[in-house]
C-alpha cells in the first residue's frame, strides 16, 4: 500500500513538471483575429481561446474583413486567427462536411469530447452549415446584442461580454447536467412499473435528477428534499409526454393527510386547485405538479405533510394503478 502512495506521488509530480515545462514552451498570444459581425463560431472560438488556450486569457481581439487574415501576422505564433484568413482555426475552403471553426479548434486541443461544449457546439456548427434553428435560439440573442449595444458606435466589448456570459451559464448548466447523468446511474433511484404499464420513479433526496428520470422514460417522478429534523419538500410531476393530470392524486394525499391529522373534511372535493390555508399539499393549474414547499413557499410548522416518503409514494401508486391499461396505451400511440 505505501509503495502505490508513493509511485501515486511521483505520477503527480511528474505530471506537475510536465505541465510547467509545456507552460513555459508555449507563446504567449497576444491577439485574436475573427471577421466582422463575427457570427456564433467565430464567438465561440474566441471564448474556446480566451479559457482553454494556455496565455491567451489577456489577448487582445481584432476584427477584420470576412476571409482575411490581420495584416502583417503572418508567421507570428503571437496571433491566432478564427473562422477567417484560411489558417488553422477556419474551416471554409477545406470541404469539411458539418463542421465549424470552433471544432476544429477543440479538435486540435484536444478537448472536443467536453460534454459542456456539446450544445454550444452543435449551435455554432447549425448556423454555419444554415440548418434551422429554433426561435427562441440562443444564436438570435447573439445576433442581437450588436442591435442592442449600437448608440451610433457599436459596443463591441459590451457585445463580447454578453455572449461570454451567455457561454459560461450554457457550458455551466450542460456540465452540471453530464455530472448528475454519472450520478444518477450509480444513485439508486427506485424504479417502479405499475401493471398499467406507468413508470414512476421515486428519488428520495435529489431533486435534481428528476430531469433525468424522465429522459429515461418515467412518466411520473417523485422527489423529496430534505429541510431539516423531520422536515422535507416533495414533488410530484408528470413528464411532458403524457396526458396525465394529478387531481386524483392530490384529492388522495390530501384525504391521508386529513386522516393522520384527525381532521374531519365532511364531503369536501379535494381535487381544487392550488391550496387552502394549512392545506399540506399545492396543485398546479395544469394539474400535472403537486408540490408540499418549494423555493417559493417554505411551507410552516403545520403545513410540512405528517405523511412518510414511501407512504406517499405508495398512495401515488396506488391511484396511477387505476388507470386503465387503453388510456396509457394511447399516450404512446399504441
Not at 99 to 110: D, F, I, R, T
Not at 174 to 191: C, L, M, P, S
Request: include cysteine; aromatic fraction near 10%; charge should be neutral.
Amino acid at each position: 500500500m505505501e509503495t502505490n502512495i508513493k509511485e501515486t506521488r511521483t505520477l503527480r509530480i511528474i505530471d506537475r513538471i510536465l505541465e510547467i515545462i509545456s507552460d513555459q514552451n508555449t507563446p504567449e498570444i497576444k491577439t485574436l483575429v475573427t471577421h466582422k459581425f463575427t457570427d456564433d463560431d467565430g464567438w465561440l472560438c474566441l471564448w474556446m481561446a480566451k479559457n482553454r488556450i494556455p496565455k491567451a486569457a489577456n489577448a487582445k481581439i481584432v476584427f477584420v474583413n470576412a476571409g482575411e487574415s490581420l495584416p502583417g501576422s503572418e508567421g507570428d505564433p503571437s496571433i491566432l486567427h478564427f473562422d477567417t484568413g484560411k489558417d488553422e482555426y477556419d474551416q471554409h475552403g477545406k470541404g469539411l462536411k458539418r463542421s465549424s471553426s470552433a471544432n476544429l479548434l477543440a479538435e486540435k486541443l484536444g478537448f472536443s469530447a467536453d460534454p459542456g461544449l456539446k450544445p454550444l457546439m452543435e449551435m455554432a456548427t447549425a448556423v454555419d452549415n444554415v440548418e434551422k434553428l429554433p426561435e427562441t435560439s440562443l444564436h438570435y440573442l447573439i445576433e442581437g446584442y450588436p442591435r442592442l449595444y449600437n448608440n451610433g458606435n457599436i459596443d463591441w466589448q459590451k457585445v463580447q461580454e454578453r455572449v461570454f456570459e451567455l457561454f459560461d451559464i450554457i457550458y455551466d448548466q450542460e456540465t452540471a447536467r453530464n455530472r448528475n447523468r454519472e450520478n444518477f446511474k450509480k444513485y439508486g433511484a427506485e424504479r417502479t412499473t405499475l401493471p398499467n404499464e406507468i413508470k414512476v420513479v421515486a428519488i428520495f433526496g435529489h431533486p435534481e435528477y428528476r430531469e433525468l428520470a424522465f429522459e429515461g422514460g418515467a412518466a411520473v417522478v417523485i422527489w423529496t428534499k430534505p429541510r431539516g429534523k423531520n422536515h422535507f419538500f416533495t414533488g410530484i410531476q408528470v413528464n411532458r409526454t403524457c396526458n396525465l393530470f394529478l387531481d386524483n392524486v392530490v384529492a388522495t394525499l390530501r384525504n391521508q393527510e386529513t386522516k393522520t391529522r384527525q381532521i374531519k373534511t365532511g364531503n369536501e372535493n379535494l381535487r381544487y386547485i392550488g391550496r387552502k390555508p394549512n392545506d399540506s399539499w399545492y396543485l398546479h393549474d395544469s394539474k400535472r405538479l403537486i408540490l408540499n414547499g418549494s423555493r417559493t413557499w417554505e411551507p410552516t410548522e403545520e403545513e410540512y405533510t405528517k405523511l412518510f416518503p414511501r407512504q406517499i409514494v405508495g398512495l401515488v401508486n396506488r391511484v396511477l394503478s387505476a388507470i386503465p391499461y387503453q388510456i396509457v396505451a394511447s399516450w404512446n400511440g399504441k
